[in-house]
């Protein structure tokens, strides 16, 4: 990859990363913009700009198909895809953070509860639209396990109060189809046939929201593998990126599918435009940091964006079923939430996501070089 699409993907990874955690932040503490008196423009910008958290999601899942399916095509062509390589790759991604995270959460909850035991039974999920359920009741066992082995919305709900968690048994996969459906598709003669009814199969088996997703992935992974980028398709990407965020928030009535693909699609087109530059005109190694712990703050911020309100609730400060209208104040602790969280993900991700590839390289020496 160029420079410059390196630069790229880790600005865009710290910015979706940002996004789903602003906008959580604001679904917890601020009215719902319906419900906001006399809107400042302002207002407007800040709602707005807050409100695409799950298209982040998605844009996510677009980012993965590149660096990962990419690869996979790539190796896949020359002969050159371990299995047992890309398995420890993806499982030491995934898991660097992911354990970790899933403690956090209990403890987080665990604590949270006591403090504000309403906003962890559920009776608040009308006011909070980010909430759907108790998040006791996800606190179980047998939830924590189904977790660790991704299967939450598979088998089990997402555990506690994590709900971000879902993407990553979506993540995962797409992890394990993704190299299956590429080897059938690069194959020749009578083993390609095995394409067709292996792509029917799985739009068969897999959810609506999930198969949509693993289109998304792999239409990533193939544009990793074109440069037909310009300048001129940067631009035309950021103007479309921009027009689609504003048709999202028009609310026109369109197929669920049409609504949800209208930001990743933008994406596509504009990370389609980087992939044809050289170095760029925003290296800086202030992207590369700010990857360095995107994955830790999206797993780790929603357990932590409950918590504190949980401690506002505690002393008074903050009441699930009375949301505050946009305001200084109101403006001021939705930046105070969303700088401890990256703060505390940073933190954490020093000794978690930071340590990946120590992580990456002690699985392959027990596991790969005996064999």
């Given at each position: 990859m160029s420079p410059a699409v390196v630069d790229f993907l880790n600005l865009s990874r710290f910015l979706a990363a940002l996004a789903v955690l602003i906008s959580h932040v604001r679904a917890f503490l601020l009215v719902d913009y319906g419900s906001v008196e006399d809107p400042h423009p302002l207002t407007s910008i800040l709602y707005f700009l807050s409100g695409f958290g799950p298209e982040a999601v998605l844009v996510f899942f677009v980012i993965s198909g590149y660096l990962v399916g990419g690869k996979v095509i790539q190796r896949m062509t020359v002969n050159k895809f371990n299995a047992m390589s890309y398995a420890i790759d993806r499982f030491s991604r995934l898991y660097s953070?992911?354990?970790?995270a899933l403690l956090f959460t209990l403890v987080c909850d665990t604590v949270g509860s006591k403090l504000?035991?309403?906003?962890?039974?559920?009776?608040?999920?009308s006011q909070l639209t980010t909430v759907n359920g108790s998040f006791v009741e996800r606190n179980s066992v047998s939830t924590f396990l189904g977790?660790?082995?991704?299967?939450q919305t598979i088998v089990v709900p997402t555990f506690g109060s994590n709900g971000p968690l879902w993407s990553l048994a979506f993540e995962t996969t797409y992890y394990i189809l993704g190299p299956v459906v590429i080897w059938a598709a690069i194959q020749e003669g009578s083993t390609r046939l095995v394409f067709v009814p292996l792509v029917f199969i799985i739009a068969w088996i897999l959810p609506p929201?999930?198969?949509?997703?693993?289109?998304l992935w792999f239409a990533g992974a193939l544009l990793a593998r074109v440069k037909i980028g310009s300048v001129l398709l940067v631009v035309v990407g950021l103007l479309l990126l921009l027009a689609m965020m504003l048709l999202n928030k028009l609310y026109v009535e369109l197929p669920w599918y049409?609504?949800?693909v209208l930001v990743p699609f933008g994406f596509f087109v504009l990370l389609a435009g980087v992939t044809g530059l050289g170095a760029g005109i925003w290296r800086s190694q202030m992207w590369r940091k700010l990857a360095e712990f995107s994955y830790s703050t999206y797993l780790l911020h929603y357990p932590l964006v409950v918590i504190l309100c949980a401690i506002l609730g505690f002393f008074g400060l903050y009441d699930p079923g009375e949301k505050m209208q946009p305001s200084g104040f109101?403006?001021?602790?939705?930046?105070i939430f969303t700088l401890v969280s990256l703060a505390t993900a940073w933190l954490l991700a020093r000794i978690t996501e930071g340590r990946t590839p120590e992580f990456r390289a002690f699985l392959k020496r027990r596991i790969v070089t005996p064999f």
């Open positions: 953070v992911y354990v970790f504000t035991p309403a906003l962890y039974d559920g009776s608040y999920q977790n660790l082995f991704m299967l929201f999930m198969l949509f997703g693993f289109l049409l609504h949800k109101s403006a001021i602790l939705v930046l």
